[in-house]
């Protein structure tokens, strides 16, 4: 008897201890709506027109689109020299500067103001050089014909792109092809023909062999030189769910990129071996 | 911070002479009528001696604990007729009328009887506490390993996981047997078994502590403020000492659960010594039990994790039941070279191994005359080697030293290969196709020399001071296709430490400890100065109260990777210039009231936290794939460095004796951290934080059963959620999702919960053998647990599955004592 009152004593007790802990309350997540995305890419020897400004979409949303912004306004300053950008009407979201006077060049130091809904948003980049000596060792790229168990020799079926990257800066190559009617490349499966993404590598040379393209015919193939603002949105883009972190942003008070860039480009041909 | 540390040392050390040359004085003085009282203590039945076992002179205040050897002295005890109380955790307490006038200062055996849970007709004083007590240094806990039997357990008597009972000490999830002291992290803990440091601690990627607790004879926890006879590490100390075995007969005890067969045997040596080996292994990768099974998928991701798909859309990768098994070897010689001299040699082994290899799957080539196989031969392993040789001497009655070498070996290695090969009317002929190798391996070498000294100047004053040198190695390399390595780093250094530790009664009911370490670490080539001050008042017989500070320095970090199966990627790595040595400072205060039959607690805790290392392993995954990155990498650049504070306050009741004993305890506590990079320099809760913890434990005898439940009730991990979506076009065209998440840590899992009951029968068969039997059954009411949330990112609209822990699993035992 003596035992199950104290039995019955430590139930109470331990009863209204989880009462009081039930009570607590875990810290709600609040979505902070007003928040702004910036994409903003400056092209040297190139007007600005690759502004662009949308918002979040909330976790839950099944939409696709983040509802762009147009009522913005934008800045684009360069050294004392302040540029308004305008909306582009045909592109919900999208800022243009329509003057002439804007030149973008190596090394000019670009900085983005934006204001919108009693924001301030704040961003900075600098034009990067040209990639200097750019030189392809085959303007011919040879596709072999695909055997089941034989695999090709990588070597042999690829070229090289080199430049010259003295100071260990990031570059990113872009391939497309640029026929009319593009012949695909048969392989027998699907396996190869996806195409291959590359992302921005601190190197000065870049392999390109016939797993890199899906299509025989005229590709042009342009090297950037790239930022590290541009770098670290490859950087952020996997995230493990037990261990997230915000993505690598170069805008205050923001979310997105605001980063330049310069390249210089060459052709090559892809054929059946 | 290091000259902080020696103007307050330095300041001390004048007061530590005069308290030495007062206590000095009042010895002479009234040393005249009084004589000491020393001998040994003993287990009845084996003989082996009793490390830590108190002896009380009943109505006064003298009395000793003994010491690793199993040797006590009182001294300078009343010369009367008096009665000495010897009493041990899992032993029947005893009374010895003894008069120190007549006696001829020969050196007392006393043999304790070990508690049975069989019932005798005899009424027995057992010792009150039953499995764990408060010991004498503050936050001090002793727990007895030979009572955990009795304790609800999953699959195997734990000391680590019943460790996670105790107040301030808290388990991260129903996967890990690791021990979060205090705030603290596992590698902040200095593990110890015989002197020798081990770094693998765990099996079965951390659901069981790798200590076999029938090897272990005595447990002695600090949760914090330790004193200076302990250094390298942060948070915690835990000293196992492993048992020496029977010196009077042959014993063997075999036990069986769901998971593993395990066993014990004691061989006495000429009566003077005892060689024990133990051994235990897994029979997972012979028998899948349910028990196994249900570990094993909560491991890979719970019930509601999907199968791995692998990149290319295939589903050959799918989910796979790999054989695992694990096991550890214990063996143990103890001989007493004279009256004064012990040695021991002990020698530890422990090891999982994990084969995730896959049978080779044809596919058909062309033509049809020749065939593909793809093959994954995917083994890891990963353990601890170790030895120690400890020879210690009793000088005179008074001074006590050992001096003990040990080297520990911690491996972890994945061996892991896929490709293709190619059969032509069924010959082998050889690797084609894209064939894909890593390897990832990590290795620490630890070679410690430890000497210790111990010097009684009186029954109110003891001196322990000694030497401690170690050699640390660290290596982690991981490579790829041969070719490519990934991570290569190779870090050693050594550091020699020396400290003093003096504790004595400034008056009757004030003991102080105050002490000092002092530390040279060859990879900063500098100097470590870590005091130490703990005291405890005693206001009345019942009631004390107690107080530490203390500073602790670390120079080893274990960088832990989250996806536990991915087990290889957690490493050691010694400190340096750049990963600079952690440090914390403690501050502990706390009161005890203690009656016949309970024990009221209260401690507050604060600990600051200095040079924390976080590992960004996402930025690691990805500078190791793919061939557009630098092929070697810093690992340097992975490495974020911040402070931290730790608080908290343990409320503990107590009930230590009788057959219906246990305890229930509440820790109010908060983790937080500040890295510059993470959170915009604000403080955000560290993942382990956890506000309110409860801990209710129980246990009944009913004759010769011992029905037993523990509840645990803690409030949720903090996490980091994704918050919102955005997209962002690259050059190439493609567009990238991006997910913008809340700030770090700030958001909680349901809190977490769950009862777990256990009986266990214990029975006789005449005099031949003994044993126990029962069951376990974790999560009674099967709550639903969540161990983490799951984003999947790649879907729109994003889904959230939760991931959840051990829903109700039974086990049995059975343990037979020969």
Redesign the interface.
């Known amino acids: 008897m003596k035992y199950k009152i104290r039995i019955i004593k430590y139930s109470i007790a331990l009863f209204m201890l989880y009462n009081i802990m039930g009570c607590e309350e875990s810290i709600s997540t609040e979505i902070d709506q007003d928040l702004v995305v910036v994409q903003g890419f400056i092209y040297a020897d190139q007007q600005v027109t690759d502004i662009s400004l949308s918002e979040v979409l909330p976790l839950g949303s099944e939409d696709t689109l983040a509802p762009p912004i147009s009522n913005a306004e934008i800045f684009i300053s360069k050294g004392s020299d302040k540029y308004l950008l305008i909306p582009n009407e045909a592109s919900k979201g999208f800022y243009y500067y329509p003057g002439n006077d804007l030149l973008i060049s190596s090394g000019d130091e670009l900085s983005l103001e934006v204001n919108v809904n009693d924001q301030k948003i704040f961003s900075e980049t600098i034009v990067p050089p040209k990639p200097t000596n750019l030189e392809l060792d085959s303007d011919t790229l040879l596709v072999p014909e695909f055997v089941m168990g034989r695999p090709p020799d990588l070597e042999y079926y690829s070229i090289t792109l080199t430049w010259d990257n003295f100071d260990n800066s990031y570059y990113y190559v872009v391939i497309g092809n640029i026929e009319d009617a593009a012949e695909p490349i048969e392989v027998g499966s699907s396996k190869f023909s996806s195409r291959f993404v590359s992302k921005p590598s601190i190197s000065n040379e870049y392999r390109v062999s016939f797993r890199t393209v899906t299509h025989f015919g005229k590709h042009l193939m342009i090297l950037y030189r790239v930022n590290q603002e541009y770098a670290d949105l490859y950087e952020s883009r996997d995230q493990d769910s037990r261990n997230l972190n915000e993505p690598l942003t170069n805008i205050k008070n923001g979310l997105g990129v605001f980063s330049a860039f310069a390249s210089d480009s060459v052709y090559f041909n892809a054929v059946q071996e | 911070m290091i000259i902080k540390s020696k103007r307050n040392s330095s300041s001390l050390s004048p007061m530590i002479k005069t308290f030495i040359y007062f206590i000095l004085l009042l010895n002479t003085i009234y040393s005249a009528d009084k004589k000491d009282i020393r001998g040994t203590i003993r287990d009845l039945e084996t003989g082996e001696t009793l490390v830590y076992a108190n002896i009380i002179i009943e109505g006064s205040n003298y009395g000793a604990t003994t010491n690793q050897d199993g040797f006590f002295i009182i001294i300078d005890a009343p010369t009367e007729l008096c009665t000495l109380l010897v009493s041990y955790m899992g032993y029947e307490s005893k009374k010895i009328p003894y008069d120190n006038k007549k006696s001829n200062s020969k050196k007392l055996d006393i043999q304790l009887k070990p508690i049975s849970i069989v019932t005798d007709d005899v009424t027995v004083i057992a010792e009150k506490y039953k499995i764990w007590k408060t010991a004498d240094e503050v936050s001090q806990i002793t727990l007895s390993p030979k009572q955990l039997m009795i304790l609800p357990k999953l699959g195997e008597v734990d000391i680590f996981r019943s460790l996670q009972l105790l107040p301030g000490v808290s388990g991260i999830s129903d996967g890990s047997s690791g021990l979060y002291v205090r705030g603290g992290t596992p590698d902040q803990n200095l593990i110890l078994l015989d002197g020798m440091t081990v770094y693998h601690v765990d099996h079965f990627f951390g659901f069981f502590s790798a200590f076999n607790a029938d090897a272990v004879k005595d447990v002695q926890f600090y949760k914090g403020g330790f004193s200076a006879k302990y250094g390298g590490r942060m948070s915690s100390v835990v000293d196992l000492t492993g048992k020496s075995g029977s010196v009077n007969k042959f014993k063997l005890n075999v036990g069986l659960s769901s998971l593993s067969i395990n066993s014990v045997a004691e061989i006495p040596v000429f009566d003077k010594g005892s060689i024990l080996i133990s051994a235990r292994r897994s029979y997972s990768d012979i028998i899948q039990t349910d028990f196994y099974q249900s570990i094993y998928g909560f491991l890979s991701g719970g019930d509601e994790s999907e199968p791995r798909i692998n990149g290319?859309g295939e589903v050959m990768e799918q989910s796979m039941m790999p054989s695992f098994y694990f096991y550890d070897l214990n063996a143990k010689f103890s001989y007493q070279l004279s009256n004064k001299d012990f040695i021991s040699f002990s020698f530890y082994n422990g090891e999982d191994n994990l084969d995730e290899s896959q049978e080779p799957k044809s596919m058909s080539?062309?033509g049809g005359n020749?065939s593909?196989q793809r093959f994954t031969n995917d083994y890891t392993n990963w353990g601890n080697l170790g030895g120690s040789a400890k020879w210690s001497r009793q000088w005179n009655d008074r001074l006590y030293s050992n001096i003990l070498v040990s080297a520990t070996d911690y491996f972890n290695i994945r061996n892991s290969e896929r490709g293709f090969t190619?059969t032509d009317d069924g010959n082998t002929s050889g690797f084609?196709?894209?064939s894909f190798k890593s390897v990832e391996d990590n290795n620490v070498s630890d070679f410690t020399v430890r000497l210790d000294n111990e010097w009684k100047l009186s029954n109110a004053h003891k001196l322990s001071f000694g030497l401690w040198y170690s050699d640390v190695n660290t290596s982690f390399l991981m490579t790829r296709n041969d070719t490519l390595t990934i991570l290569d780093r190779n870090s050693a250094s050594s550091q020699l430490a020396a400290y003093v530790s003096d504790k004595f009664n400034l008056f009757s009911p004030l003991v102080i400890d105050l002490g000092g370490r002092l530390t040279y670490y060859e990879a900063t080539n500098s100097l470590y100065i870590e005091p130490r001050f703990s005291a405890i008042y005693s206001l009345t017989d019942k009631l004390k109260f107690k107080g530490s500070w203390g500073q602790y320095t670390q120079f080893i970090n274990h960088i832990t990777n989250?996806?536990i199966l991915e087990g290889t990627r957690d490493f050691w790595m010694v400190a340096d210039d750049y990963l600079k040595p952690g440090f914390a400072t403690h501050y502990i205060l706390g009161a005890e009231f203690q009656t016949n039959d309970y024990l009221f607690s209260i401690e507050g805790y604060y600990k600051e936290l200095e040079n924390l290392v976080e590992f960004?392993?996402?930025?690691t995954?990805?500078k190791g794939r793919?061939g557009?990155?630098?092929q070697t990498t810093t690992v340097e650049e992975n490495f974020f460095f911040g402070d931290g504070y730790s608080k908290g306050i343990e409320f503990l009741i107590q009930k230590k004796a009788g057959d219906?004993n246990g305890w229930?305890s509440?820790t109010l506590g908060q983790v937080e951290y500040t890295f510059p990079e993470f959170n915009d320099g604000l403080a955000f809760p560290a993942s382990h934080d956890r506000?309110?913890e409860?801990n209710?434990v129980?246990s009944?005898k009913i004759g010769n059963w011992n029905l037993s439940a523990s509840?645990v009730?803690a409030?949720?991990k903090a996490?980091?959620?994704?918050?919102?979506?955005?997209?962002?076009?690259?050059?190439?065209g493609?567009e990238?999702a991006?997910?913008?998440?809340?700030d770090k840590n700030?958001?909680?899992?349901?809190?977490y919960?769950r009862l777990d009951l256990s009986a266990t029968y214990s029975f006789k068969v005449k005099k031949s053998y003994s044993g126990d039997v029962g069951l376990s059954i974790y999560n009674l009411y099967d709550y639903t647990n969540v161990w983490?949330?799951?984003?999947d990112?790649e879907t729109?609209?994003?889904v959230?599955t939760d991931v959840t822990m051990l829903g109700i699993t039974p086990t049995l035992f059975i343990k037979v004592y020969f």
């Open positions: 290319r080539g062309p020749s593909l190619s084609l196709g894209t989250e996806d960004n392993q996402r930025i995954s990805l793919g557009t990155t630098p219906f229930l509440y506000r309110h409860v209710f129980a009944y509840w009730f409030t949720g996490y980091t959620a994704p918050e919102s979506q955005y997209y962002l076009t690259m050059l190439d493609d990238y991006y997910t913008h998440v809340s700030a958001n909680r899992l349901p809190d919960q983490y949330r799951q984003y990112l729109s609209p994003i959230i």
